[in-house]
């Protein structure tokens, strides 16, 4: 009885101990928690609810939406737009990848990034989804990546362009002998470092790759270039077999078949640097003389971007003046047609003509190279001047109509009265009397149409405003380009107006 009395005490002082034991712990882990610093939240949160930069096309909205719920968004179709709105303070912040982020900063001083990712991702090449064609190139892709990425070779792409030395990031295109066929891969020219222009060529991280495994399987190389928004509409209308570095999402990959990892990194926030702790001081600003200088130099000079200028240039009048000339062929004829023609052919042709004059030009484009011509190997080219000639056929339809109901119908009548036949009357009484009217608003169609030209980058032609935003990304300044741009189009439109009213007198 006695030991059983003990051991229960004993019991009772092992477990009093215990107790002890557990509150002198707790109040330990207490007092060191009290004593850490407390976790700080990462800096880029500081930045919801600021007005933010958006990428269209990219996943960069769905992250802005999850992480900054109460900022204000702005959306732009590529870095140059938003690094200038930036500069501007047009926003306070944009979101984007971190090596691309890296490469801004070095270019940009006054461009700087936070260096906590909000997330972190991987990039791979999509292809067409449901495609036995597409899947099987993906295999052939993933089956090279896994080549070089065991000998080093994907390890050395890495050093070249995710480095600084300028003199590595060479794409060397030799070899591509196409005896198994060509590719056709889309890609943004303005997303340095996976793919750029540089010296008027097409360099990147991602080119360097596609074209190694172009050279390795024995395919020749298209490259095609479009804003983020059409990469995705590009590989599924058929045009092009893949599309470079794309972030993988759960979203997308209900749309694309996604390949094997080409690279990794996350998304930062870009900001400027002056708001940052390791932010560099503004440099004094240099003289109006010396900004123009250095502006003039870096757009024009460096790397002969002028050549790329003039390529831009003969793509914008090549467009503008197939386009005035069939336009005008093509509204004459159907005007013509419908002159005498039956009420049921006349009212489909008004209600052709009214689709045309209200639809937005760069649907019309992206309906003519996605969907109609979809399928078929069509240059982005051609697809824009027929864009335009159907824009600018229904315009000349429109000012005959004008034009001619302006004319007195008694001129009409007086000439079938002294024997003409109606189509002789027409050309010689009538059709002078209506040019007098519709000479003006004809010039002024033609200036229209070169302006509207500008958006022929949305089909992967590079025109004289595509060149601008390919320099833009390079040199990461808005004005000088810009300007230029501007300019090089008012002396377009005064020299092709010039030539219409020599032409046609007025």
Not at 214 to 222: F, K, M, P, T
Not at 322 to 347: E, K
Not at 466 to 477: E, N, P, W
């Amino acid at each position: 009885m006695k030991s059983k009395t003990r051991a229960r005490f004993l019991t009772w002082i092992v477990l009093a101990l215990l107790f002890l034991s557990s509150l002198i712990l707790m109040a330990a882990r207490a007092e060191a928690e009290a004593d850490a610093p407390a976790e700080t939240e990462a800096a880029w949160e500081a930045y919801n609810g600021k007005r933010l930069g958006v990428l269209t096309g990219t996943l960069m909205e769905g992250i802005a939406k999850t992480y900054f719920p109460d900022s204000e968004y702005f959306y732009f179709n590529s870095y140059p737009d938003c690094n200038a709105a930036l500069l501007a303070g047009k926003i306070d912040a944009y979101l984007g990848d971190e090596p691309g982020m890296k490469t801004i900063h070095a270019e940009q001083p006054k461009i700087d990034y936070i260096r906590e990712r909000i997330t972190n991702q991987e990039y791979s090449f999509a292809f067409r989804k449901n495609d036995p064609e597409s899947a099987a190139l993906c295999e052939e892709l993933n089956a090279f990546l896994k080549k070089i990425r065991e000998d080093g070779t994907l390890q050395e792409i890495d050093d070249i362009w995710m480095g600084i030395d300028e003199e590595k990031k060479v794409v060397d295109m030799s070899g591509l002998t196409g005896e198994n066929g060509t590719i056709k891969v889309i890609t943004t020219s303005t997303d340095m470092p996976w793919s750029y222009i540089k010296e008027g060529k097409n360099v990147g991280y991602d080119i360097d790759l596609v074209v190694r495994f172009c050279r390795d399987r024995g395919y020749a190389l298209v490259l095609g270039d479009v804003d983020f928004s059409g990469r995705i509409p590009s590989i599924q209308s058929g045009k092009y077999d893949f599309t470079t570095d794309m972030n993988v999402t759960p979203e997308r990959e209900e749309e694309v078949l996604f390949s094997d990892p080409t690279s990794t990194g996350g998304v930062v926030l870009a900001v400027l640097a002056e708001n940052l702790p390791q932010g560099e001081a503004s440099a004094e600003s240099a003289s109006p003389i010396e900004k123009l200088k250095e502006g003039f130099e870096k757009t024009f000079l460096r790397e002969s971007r002028w050549k790329m200028f003039l390529r831009g240039i003969g793509t914008t009048l090549l467009i503008t003046i197939l386009s005035v000339l069939l336009g005008t062929a093509l509204g004459f004829s159907v005007y013509m047609a419908c002159r005498s023609g039956n009420p049921v052919a006349n009212r489909i042709t008004e209600v052709a003509i009214r689709l045309l004059q209200r639809m937005p030009m760069v649907v019309l484009l992206m309906i003519l190279y996605y969907v109609i011509f979809g399928r078929v190997d069509i240059n982005g080219s051609i697809v824009a001047v027929i864009g335009f000639t159907l824009i600018f056929g229904a315009a000349v339809y429109g000012m005959l109509k004008t034009g001619v109901g302006a004319v007195d119908r008694g001129q009409m009548e007086a000439a079938l009265a002294l024997g003409y036949e109606d189509r002789k009357a027409f050309y010689r009484i009538v059709l002078p009397q209506a040019i007098r009217h519709i000479r003006p608003a004809f010039f002024g169609e033609i200036t229209s149409l070169i302006k509207a030209t500008a958006i022929v980058g949305y089909i992967a032609v590079q025109d004289l405003t595509r060149t601008g935003d390919l320099v833009r990304a390079r040199t990461y300044d808005a004005f000088f380009p810009l300007i230029a741009v501007a300019v090089m189009y008012f002396v377009l439109a005064a020299v092709l107006n010039a030539i219409a009213k020599r032409i046609l007198g007025g």
